[in-house]
């Protein structure tokens, strides 16, 4: 079976105002499977945001391929790019930014669920009381700043799941909440998985994160991936150096 998704050796370089060369993503191959769970870890600077963006089609790769559903959305014409992509949905780190404070709940999420059949609001409410955000009717008519931050990461999570995609991809979507709140997120996007049958592609710095959510690990440093296979194997039996650190940087509770 093909997969869901697909990255083919692809690369990309920036040039700093200096005239350097950043080279963020060096031939890089990644699949996603349907249903599939899949952590991209590493550090900050290691390419993987930027691997995330060429994956949704918000940056043209210098060269390679993304193939989404059979489909290769790299040379795509602008609107069979929109139709395409509707199978794919973002959650980015910064909920609060990628919020428009202008619009209600319902003006933010209502755009999507027009591809959906039956009433706006009511279609509307069961997603977000499927968030936990209950009872969902309501937030409909709150703005972002009336939403405490664990809440406006379940409305993105709301608004990503609006077109009922085969893949999320998220972007850091735990980083800078608390300890609580990550939980309570991580275990929605893992009932998420179970009940809609949804892919991940989860990008995360913490290599703690992909032991709890992936089935599958890839490692990234200077813009390659460096080391990849199930979690439980890279996790517990790393063999590149730099997987090393990671793992041993996670953080143990010793009782003693």
Known sequence: MEPLLSLQDVSKTFRRSGGSVVHAVRSVSLEVDRGETVALVGESGSGKSTLGRIALALLR?????????????????????????????????????????????????????RRVPGARDERASALLDSVGLRPGREYLHRYPHELSGGQRQRLAIARALATDPQLVIADEPLSGADVSIRGQILNLLIGIKEQRRVAYLMITHDISIARAFADRVAVMMQGEIVESGPAAAVMTTPTHEYTKRLVAAVPTLELG
Request: hydrophobic share 45%; proline share 8%; charged share 20%.
């Open 61 to 113: 790769p210098d060269s390679g391929r993304v193939v989404l559903n059979g489909q290769c959305l790299t040379d795509m014409a602008p609107d069979a790019l929109r139709a395409a992509r509707v199978a794919m949905q973002p959650i980015f780190q910064d909920a609060t930014a990628s919020l428009n404070p202008r619009r209600t709940v319902i003006e933010l999420i209502g755009q999507a669920l």
